[in-house]
């Protein structure tokens, strides 16, 4: 039972380029969550979504961040026109329900260069 | 506005005693608390929680004490062991909500052998 997968691990881009970070929820999920890691921060909350639907974005900023869940596929979160301050890790985690509890995935290291 | 907040960004114990990491947090709508262990290179991974209601919580070696009036947790690790050198996240939530977490900063924490 595969837990919750995030590629690329590493990515890196250059500034003004738009960087894509997949995530697969763990089999039977269909809760997931986007959090970020700034440099010497703890982790801080973007979005929520289910399938097809974002439940809430009260922690996306609110230009060139989007979210994604599809039907079919993983989970995308795009920004797009990268700058220097989105260099992070980004964490995925997936929950079969509210109020179960999530498994975090091992997240992507963005470079912004 | 930092809602959760841990004051010690390290910890450094002995083998086999104990170990107490502390956090503080401010917004009086959290109801439920949790900790998290995080290695380098790999997402959180939960370890224990504590619902409001209670004021303790035991899990074998680790431990979760929450003073609601002074808005303050503990987690307490007895005996510390050398792979319990982590990072430990607390983070808190309200439940009824979308589930999103609140995390503070983090506490390293190295057990020498």
């Known amino acids: 039972n595969a837990g919750v997968m995030q590629n690329p691990r590493h990515l890196v881009r250059r500034r003004g380029q738009e960087a894509r970070l997949r995530c697969s929820p763990m089999?039977?999920?269909?809760?997931v969550y986007w959090y970020r890691q700034l440099p010497e921060e703890g982790l801080k909350f973007m979005v929520y979504?289910?399938?097809?639907?974002?439940?809430?974005e009260s922690g996306m900023p609110k230009e060139r961040f989007s979210a994604e869940f599809p039907k079919e596929g993983p989970s995308i979160l795009r920004i797009q026109q990268v700058v220097r301050g989105d260099s992070a890790a980004y964490f995925c985690?997936?929950?079969?329900?509210?109020?179960?509890?999530?498994?975090f995935g091992s997240g992507t290291r963005l470079t912004v260069v | 506005d930092q809602q959760v907040k841990q004051n010690s960004p390290s910890l450094s114990v002995q083998e086999g005693r104990i170990s107490i990491l502390n956090c503080d947090y401010t917004?009086?709508?959290?109801?439920?608390f949790l900790w998290y262990k995080k290695y380098p290179a790999e997402g959180p991974t939960f370890l224990i929680s504590?619902?409001?209601?209670?004021d303790k919580n035991e899990d074998g070696r680790f431990t979760v004490f929450l003073n609601k009036s002074a808005k303050h947790l503990s987690l307490h690790i007895v005996p510390s062991q050398p792979g319990d050198s982590a990072v430990y996240f607390c983070?808190?939530?309200?439940?009824?909500?979308?589930?999103?977490?609140?995390f503070g900063k983090g506490t390293k924490l190295t057990v020498n052998p």
């Open positions: 985690a997936s929950s079969p329900a509210l109020n179960y509890g999530y498994t």
């Open positions: 089999k039977g999920h269909s809760h």
């Open positions: 979504l289910q399938k097809e639907n974002i439940i809430d």
């Open positions: 917004n009086s709508m959290f109801d439920y």
């Open positions: 504590i619902s409001s209601i209670k």
């Open positions: 983070a808190a939530e309200t439940q009824g909500g979308s589930e999103k977490l609140v």
